[in-house]
């Protein structure tokens, strides 16, 4: 893993030191882990059931982009899809608060976008 991707991360809130730690401090490891992430399905999954009002699912894609994204340190995409699962989480359509949910899902799109970006630019 270059020095530039590492350095992009840190600066956009990445926990790169504590990834690398899990990693056993194996670069190209976390590197062929980041690299898959862009392939990864749950963000856009989370978009569809979330613009179809689909809660339950966008619950699971929620939860399970959160778990990836904490395995990998992307803090800022963990903290947004944490907080979309926290507002699915146990709810029936009529109890959801969609606005809170959209504004989540806004700050969600832009840390992904941002760390596709990184990853792509640096890889």
């Known amino acids: 893993m270059s020095e530039l991707l590492k350095q992009k991360l840190k600066e956009n809130g990445a926990d790169v030191e504590g990834t690398l730690h899990r990693f056993m401090n194996n670069d190209a490891l976390f590197l062929k882990f980041i690299l898959k992430f862009k392939d990864d399905q749950n963000y856009a999954i989370l978009k569809k059931h979330l613009d179809e009002k689909n809660y339950e699912e966008a619950f699971k894609a929620a939860h399970t982009l959160k778990g990836v994204s904490a395995n990998l340190g992307l803090?800022?995409?963990?903290?947004?899809?944490?907080?979309?699962?926290?507002?699915?989480?146990?709810?029936?359509?009529?109890?959801?608060?969609?606005?809170?949910?959209?504004?989540?899902?806004?700050?969600?799109?832009?840390?992904?976008?941002?760390?596709?970006?990184?990853?792509?630019?640096?890889?």
């Open 75 to 123: 803090n800022p995409i963990f903290d947004r899809a944490s907080a979309v699962t926290e507002l699915l989480r146990g709810k029936d359509a009529s109890e959801v608060d969609a606005a809170k949910v959209e504004e989540e899902k806004n700050a969600l799109e832009a840390a992904y976008k941002l760390f596709i970006q990184i990853i792509e630019e640096n890889a």
